[in-house]
């Protein structure tokens, strides 16, 4: 099944925003697609595990 969560929703800023973000990379900083993505693999990296911390406090409450 498909969860409707995990699926791009440009109408939503944080999504837009990550969208924003790539296009940046490619316009402003002259990467290629695919290094737009590999440095988005590397935020991924870097911040995997601040973001389940947040999770798990936010809901704990």
Not at 20 to 36: F, I, K, R, S, Y
Request: no cysteine; hydrophobic share 35%.
């Amino acid at each position: 099944m498909n969860n409707p969560k995990t699926k791009a929703d440009l109408t939503k800023l944080s999504h837009s925003l990550v969208v924003t973000g790539l296009l940046g990379m490619v316009e402003d900083d002259g990467l290629t697609p695919h290094q737009a993505f590999e440095v988005l693999e590397d935020i991924k990296r870097q911040t995997w595990h601040a973001l389940t911390e947040i999770h798990r406090e936010v809901t704990s409450k």
